[in-house]
């Protein structure tokens, strides 16, 4: 009988989508509200174009994310969750979470456990 551990691609496939760089970011501040692309780029420290750009396709190819087009003068684009979108709020307030549990308090210990260096000493 083989019990070694086996994938579900299923999930495999669901934790490359979120957890691919600045897309938990983007899930995060349309969980609060509908935004345009400039209040996300602004938002998200270190973001470029390019990526933000490429991650909103990505999230809206997967149904993730709306992009609607305000008719105003000038046009508005503005991006909100979809359904599917907004039902990832409970995993990411899990992951924010263990992060304020976890990785918070590990960072503090680390910087309590430095010892200080001397000055004039090299390293």
């Known amino acids: 009988m083989d019990t070694s551990p086996a994938l579900c691609e299923t999930f495999q ?3 490359e989508l979120i957890g691919r760089k600045w897309t938990g970011a983007i899930i995060f501040l349309l969980l609060r509200s509908r935004c345009r692309y400039a209040a996300l780029r ?6 470029t174009d ?3 750009s490429e ?7 997967e149904g993730i994310i709306e992009r609607t087009v305000v008719p ?5 684009v503005e991006y909100a969750l979809t359904k599917k979108g907004r ?6 307030n899990a992951v924010g979470e263990w992060a ?3 990785l918070e308090s590990n960072a503090v210990e680390r910087r309590s ?11």
């Open 13 to 15: 496939r669901a934790i």
């Open 42 to 47: 602004d938002a998200i420290p270190g973001i």
């Open 50 to 52: 390019r990526m933000l």
């Open 55 to 61: 991650r909103l396709q990505e999230l809206e190819k």
């Open 72 to 76: 105003d003068t000038p046009v508005r």
């Open 87 to 92: 039902a990832l709020a409970s995993a990411l």
């Open 100 to 102: 304020h549990k976890w």
């Open 113 to 123: 456990r430095r010892t200080p260096r001397r000055s004039g000493t090299s390293s």
